[in-house]
């Protein structure tokens, strides 16, 4: 399994959450943490979620952390390709 691709988010409502874009096979799931000792929750992610997890995993690749099938998947926002 590969490693998560995590960043920090604050959220208005929710305060300072730790987010995880996480691959198992060919699906694709975001996680959120909202403090250190919290459950992790299964989420929907916006816009702003997508771009970041595109733009993380993007720079992962280049620095060979990240498979282009990994790749794949999450520039197709978890859908079949």
């Given at each position: 399994m590969p490693r998560a691709i995590g960043w920090n988010k604050r959220d208005p409502e929710l305060g300072k959450l730790k987010i995880e874009a996480r691959i198992f096979g060919n699906k694709l799931t975001f996680h959120r943490q909202a403090g250190?000792?919290?459950?992790?929750?299964?989420?929907?992610?916006?816009?702003e979620d997508w771009d970041t997890v595109n733009e993380l995993a993007e720079n992962k690749f280049q620095r060979g952390k990240v498979q282009a099938q990994h790749l794949k998947i999450i520039q197709a926002r978890g859908r079949k390709f």
């Open positions: 250190r000792f919290e459950q992790w929750e299964e989420f929907t992610p916006d816009e």
